[in-house]
């Protein structure tokens, strides 16, 4: 029962975080009369009241959290925030289903930027800055999961800023305690989101523009506030500063926060990781210019260059945000942004997908197993730098990176079974796995996910889930042996 209420606990807290979030919208919507006013205050009071039922008559339950419970504050946290978000979508948007309300506010929430609605550009003020606070604090959220909820599993958190990152980040680096690294870590991101915003006006955005794209753009959550994206404003100035924070948002916030701490850009030569990511973003950013130039896209090099690497980067991030119709591409740059959608964005990042380092080690382990095979009896651990990676992380990527092929096998077959063709269905699972956004054929960048029957979209809104929570949370609810004593 302690455990019950434990959960119960934990989500009414949250669940008052976000009805004060929610009233920061309903002051926009005020201040504006943007016609939002009272779907704001029926989400806010809604939110507010059952965060109250939840959070102070359970004030006195002992806050320790099993492995068990905190497995399903997980998921019950994920799934069901949603649910309250939608209060303002639906009242404001009548005609909404509720279907379509839930698949709004998951991708949000989970970063992935795929939409089921247009008009947005006729959208109230507060409605399209509801749909990017989304966006950032579950960038925020993220960064919390990976350090403060997952070590309390035992499946992560600073081992994804640690044992994952050797010679990347050491323990010494960041604050002895949970909670204040997840302080220090949500500074970084806020200190990288005010920039953000001042770099988009500086480049010619409008201030409420520049807010909420900068939300979208450190959350890696691609949430724009007009249908056609990033091409609205038809300028480099702000392409160029979308790809840099685009970027930033895509490396380890624990590298940003160590080389800010030592104001230096040594942590990021050291971590091999960083340097494997950026590499890999300028080889392919120039090959798919080339491919695109070659092709005909586009009449120069240049301009391949400038509309290949704001795409590229975007998707292979897990962002979202587009400038040109890459549907029309020749299909080998769109399918190579996809692949790079799985694994390029570090660990300790708001990115989705595999994640750079887990890339890293199969790739050194697999080269070890060839050199096995041709020395049977040499003994030769695996390394990183100058640190050795143990079997017990080696293994756990492993198992994680078959999780992750094999979840994606089954949605996509998932996909076929209700009739959507392959290349929709595939690039459908992999963006909404990844928590990327906009996909192939007819999940494209000048689409939306609304045509979509209610079990496609219910299908790719668990793939959104899934995908955040890194499988195993969600996943293991379903072992039998885990609810075993």
């Not at 649910?83 to 009242?91: E, I, K, M, Y």
């Not at 279907?99 to 998951?106: K, L, M, N, R, S």
């Not at 990017?132 to 999961?145: H, P, R, T």
């Not at 690294?181 to 409420?208: D, E, H, S």
Request: proline residues 4%; hydrophobic residues 50%; contains cysteine.
């Amino acid at each position: 029962m302690n455990v019950i209420l434990t959960i119960a606990h934990i989500f009414g807290l949250v669940t008052l975080c976000f009805s004060a979030l929610m009233s920061t919208c309903l002051l926009t919507s005020q201040l504006t009369g943007d016609g939002a006013t009272t779907a704001f205050l029926n989400g806010t009071l809604v939110t507010l009241l059952t965060g109250s039922c939840l959070f102070f008559p359970t004030l006195w339950v002992p806050k320790k959290v099993s492995r068990q419970a905190g497995f399903l504050l997980v998921a019950i946290t994920w799934s069901l925030t949603p649910v309250l978000c939608t209060v303002p979508l639906l009242n404001y948007m009548p005609s909404l289903s509720f279907v379509d309300a839930y698949f709004e506010t998951v991708s949000g929430l989970t970063t992935s930027g795929a939409t089921i609605l247009s008009g947005i550009d006729n959208l109230p003020m507060s409605i399209n800055l509801w749909r990017c606070e989304l966006n950032w604090i579950a960038g925020m959220g993220i960064i919390i999961f990976a350090v403060a909820i997952l070590p309390i599993l035992g499946i992560g958190g600073m081992q994804l800023y640690k044992a994952e990152t050797p010679g990347s980040v050491k323990e010494s680096d960041l604050p002895p305690r949970i909670a204040q690294t997840a302080k220090a870590l949500w500074l970084v991101y806020a200190g990288l989101t005010l920039v953000c915003m001042i770099a988009l006006r500086w480049a010619g955005m409008g201030w409420f523009d520049a807010i909420c794209h900068a939300f979208s753009a450190m959350s890696l959550g691609g949430v724009s506030t007009h249908d056609s994206s990033i091409a609205f404003f038809n300028s480099l100035p702000i392409e160029i500063v979308l790809i840099v924070f685009q970027l930033l948002a895509a490396i380890n916030f624990a590298t940003h926060f160590v080389a800010i701490k030592k104001q230096s850009l040594r942590p990021y030569l050291y971590d091999r990781e960083v340097r494997a990511f950026l590499t890999l973003m300028l080889v392919s950013c120039l090959f798919a210019a080339f491919v695109l130039w070659d092709a005909g896209t586009y009449p120069d090099f240049l301009t391949a260059l400038r509309y290949a690497s704001f795409n590229l980067v975007s998707l292979a991030t897990d962002s979202g945000f587009t400038n040109q119709n890459f549907n029309l591409w020749p299909i080998f740059v769109p399918m190579w942004m996809l692949f790079l959608s799985c694994m390029s964005a570090s660990s300790g990042s708001t990115g989705g997908g595999i994640r750079m380092i887990r890339t890293i080690i199969l790739m050194k382990q697999a080269r070890l197993e060839m050199f096995k095979f041709i020395h049977p009896y040499a003994i030769r651990p695996l390394k990183i730098g100058d640190t050795i990676v143990s079997n017990k992380i080696v293994n756990s990527v492993t198992g994680f990176i078959f999780l992750y092929f094999i979840s994606v096998v089954i949605l996509t077959f998932a996909l076929l079974l209700t009739g959507l063709d392959f290349l929709s269905a595939f690039s459908a699972v992999i963006t909404c796995f990844n928590n990327a956004g906009p996909g192939l054929n007819e999940v494209g960048p000048t689409a939306t996910y609304a045509h979509l029957s209610d079990i496609q979209k219910a299908i790719c809104t668990f793939a959104m889930l899934l995908g955040r929570v890194q499988i195993f949370s969600i996943v293991i609810l379903f072992i039998p042996e885990f609810w075993r004593k």
